[in-house]
């Protein structure tokens, strides 16, 4: 049983490379995010989707674009790495879509991606 | 905006301790409310949860209480094991807004 899951686990990239965080799940589930993880300010959300061809921003977008052309694949794209990116990158799903904005129920976390960049 | 408010960390506790994580939020309307825990070199896991108020979340032995009166969501659990030395974090829904985390040691 897959659940969600993120490649690469770790990455090391230059200034202004671009990268794709890449993220699938196999348990149909409608919503999928991307959050970020940094010391002391715990997990921020940069995009979600609540279906397919559906995306929206989150709290701190800037800097990444993410696209949702099938339910299972969320990739998350860097088209200009800075070093104020290097966290660690976690996606997310959830069968809940209540709402627009979010999620009312429990998320399925990846194994998460150490992204840094020089 | 809604946001949440956990104790920081890091605790530091002898196997059999008493553990309390202080949560409070602030959010509108009525979120549901939970507890995710993040084992070394893992992705979040659920670890409890609550959709009301006065409703308690309990598992492995962690239990939560959805206070609205304090707005709180305490985590509490009456005899650490060293396997429980993680990072935990308390969330809400209304954009799944997540604390900060604490990270839990605990020593044998």
């Known amino acids: 049983n897959a659940g969600v899951t993120q490649t690469p686990k770790f990455q090391v990239l230059k200034t202004g490379q671009s990268m794709t965080l890449q993220c699938a799940q196999d348990?149909?589930?409608?919503?999928m995010s991307w959050y970020r993880q940094d010391p002391g300010m715990g997990l921020r959300l940069i995009h979600y989707s609540v279906g397919a061809g559906i995306t929206d921003q989150g709290e701190v977008p800037n800097g990444y674009n993410v696209s949702r052309s099938t339910t299972e694949d969320f990739p998350l794209r860097l088209l200009s790495a800075a070093p104020s990116q290097t966290s660690v990158y976690f996606c997310?799903?959830?069968?809940?879509?209540?709402?627009?904005?979010?999620?009312?129920?429990?998320?399925?976390f990846g194994e998460g991606s150490r992204l840094t960049v020089l | 905006g809604d946001s949440v408010t956990q104790m920081e960390g890091p605790v530091t506790l002898s196997e059999e301790a008493f553990l309390t994580i202080n949560c409070t939020y602030t959010?509108?309307?009525?979120?549901?409310l939970f507890w995710y825990v993040q084992y070394p070199g893992e992705g979040l896991q659920l670890l409890l949860k609550?959709?009301?108020?006065?409703d308690k979340g309990s598992n492995k032995g962690f239990e939560a209480t959805y206070r609205k009166e304090t707005t709180s969501f305490h985590l509490e659990k009456g005899s650490v094991q060293v396997s429980d030395s993680a990072v935990y974090f308390c969330a809400l829904t209304n954009d799944m807004r997540f604390g900060a985390g604490t990270r839990l040691t605990v020593k044998p």
């Open positions: 609550a959709t009301k108020a006065d």
């Open positions: 997310a799903s959830s069968q809940d879509r209540h709402a627009a904005q979010g999620v009312t129920g429990e998320l399925f």
């Open positions: 959010a509108t309307g009525y979120p549901s």
């Open positions: 348990m149909n589930h409608e919503y």
